[in-house]
T-cell receptor
Framework: GAGVSQSPSNKVTEKGKDVELRCDPISGHTALYWYRQSLGQGLEFLIYFQGNSAPDKSGLPSDRFSAERTGGSVSTLTIQRTQQEDSAVYLC???????????FGPGTRLTVT | AQSVTQPDIHITVSEGASLELRCNYSYGATPYLFWYVQSPGQGLQLLLKYFSGDTLVQGIKGFEAEFKRSQSSFNLRKPSVHWSDAAEYFCAVGSKTSYDKVIFGPGTSLSVIP
């Protein structure tokens, strides 16, 4: 079946604007993860969903970041009042549950000008 | 606090040579351990994982890793490197007992000389 998909693949936005990043997980995967990968850096864990619930939101960098998941499927990561330091690749992954292999999407490359 | 270190930022090896990528972690409980690979223009792919049991774990593409609790290490090895192995490699640690954060190391970039 289809893998994890993310949209848009690229997003260029002006500083101060809000952006929404979308993740479509693999059908049947109850766990969904968001990560951020900055240039030359490793992956930074942002948030994890089990179903529609997020047990741990402390990885979100600031209160400008929020995420939701509806219907146990699609998730949206919203960044309000974007800053240049938000520029990065945002990766989404899904899995059958905690501890199972995570399947990663291709990422959304966000550039804040 | 959880942390993962990968001491080598970049490694260059000749094709056919053996490879070992180092990973050390700091974690209060028994961890889940993972190695992922990110090839240029590709997404992240799981190479192998350790949950419990045999401390020598076999993965895809001929990779293996050994969990050494006494050294808090989970080094990745391959006996003979292929040019297609050139990529970024990430070690990661997660909790076995709670829905805790998964922490990734900073990555090791591998270059392969033909």
């Amino acid at each position: 079946g289809a893998g994890v998909s993310q949209s848009p693949s690229n997003k260029v936005t002006e500083k101060g604007k809000d952006v929404e990043l979308r993740c479509d997980p693999i059908s049947g995967h109850t766990a969904l993860y968001w990560y951020r990968q900055s240039l030359g850096q490793g992956l930074e864990f942002l948030i994890y969903f089990q179903g529609n619930s997020a047990p741990d939101k402390s990885g979100l960098p600031s209160d400008r970041f929020s995420a939701e998941r509806t219907g146990g499927s699609v998730s949206t990561l919203t960044i309000q009042r974007t800053q240049q330091e938000d520029s990065a690749v945002y990766l989404c992954a899904s899995s059958l549950g905690w501890g199972h292999e995570q399947y990663f999407g291709p990422g959304t490359r966000l550039t804040v000008t | 606090a959880q942390s993962v270190t990968q001491p080598d930022i970049h490694i260059t090896v000749s094709e056919g040579a053996s490879l070992e990528l180092r990973c050390n972690y700091s974690y209060g409980a028994t961890p889940y351990l993972f190695w992922y690979v990110q090839s240029p223009g590709q997404g992240l792919q799981l190479l192998l994982k350790y949950f419990s049991g045999d401390t020598l774990v076999q993965g895809i593409k001929g990779f293996e890793a050994e969990f050494k609790r006494s050294q808090s290490s989970f080094n990745l090895r391959k006996p003979s490197v292929h040019w297609s192995d050139a990529a970024e490699y990430f070690c990661a640690v997660g909790s076995k007992t709670s829905y805790d954060k998964v922490i990734f190391g900073p990555g090791t970039s591998l270059s392969v000389i033909p």
